[in-house]
């Protein structure tokens, strides 16, 4: 059979058009250098990333195309990868045409001729730039979540808090304490009463309002309640909406806590009365400037209060 070799690759694995399809179809930027660190070839995802076209890419330098700094650091780890052939991994800087840093990691390997002679090195880029901005999120988020957990066991009244499958995310001493003698021995056993079930170590009342606030995703749900023998008082608090909640419990019959309770009780409910009474001075409308100077004078008594 006769017939013409080269009218058979186009289209075949030996077609160099072909080749350049192939690493077009990747959406990972590739790129071949010669030993001398010019670019041969790249594909269209490096085309994307750089944002230079392969007519501004091919035939130049790493010289050429990167600052001074940075074309050094990739010419001397292609000249270690010559000298030490296989796979090279390492984590860089790379800039992009609009001036923009990007960190990246380089997977790069040397291409060999039909003489096994390296004759160049084909490599590809990870950006890894969004990957390094969430780690360092997270390890701030991991920081902030250190302190606040020192800060919670420190306060001295009980903090519990829990999520919407009704386990504990952290308490504190103070909340084990008030809960009785066995949440106590837990908490010893279990520091923070992490991952622990919240229904058992609280008493119905509390268990109904943290389980309230979870469902309803209100900011604050606030009671008395009268526990062994002890008037306890609970604020629930949203954290995250129907996700987190968080509980404030304190032993109303401190001594201290109840003198700082009375009187913080006693100024909202003045405020609330001077609110009320400008209330109806505005509805009232008439004789408003004797109103007015009476009602100054209670906020300014209120504010004296206050002071002292």
Known sequence: MIYDKNSLLTG????????????DALPIPIFYRDLKGVYLMCNNAHEKFTGRNKIDIIGKSVFEMHPKEIAEIYFGRDQELV???????????MR????STHTVVLNKAVILDNDEKIIGIVGS?????ELKRTQK????AQESMQVSSQMLHKISAGIVIIDNNHKIVDSNESFAKLMGEETEELYDTIPGLKDAAIQGLVPDVILKMLTSVLNSGEEILERD?????KLIHISVITLYKNKIVGAVI???SAPNLVRDEIISRAQRINKQNI????????LLGENAAEIEELLNSIIESYRYDNDE
């Open 96 to 99: 992009h045409i609009d001036g």
């Open 83 to 93: 000298h030490n052939p296989g796979v090279q991994i390492y984590e860089t800087q």
């Open 12 to 23: 075949t694995i030996d077609d160099p058009e072909f080749h350049q399809k192939i690493i």
């Open 225 to 229: 309640v009268k526990i062994q023998n």
């Open 275 to 282: 609110e009320m009474v400008q209330k109806i001075a505005y």
């Open 125 to 129: 880029i990870n950006d890894i730039t």
């Open 250 to 252: 304190r032993d109303m």
């Open 137 to 140: 999120r997270l390890e701030q």
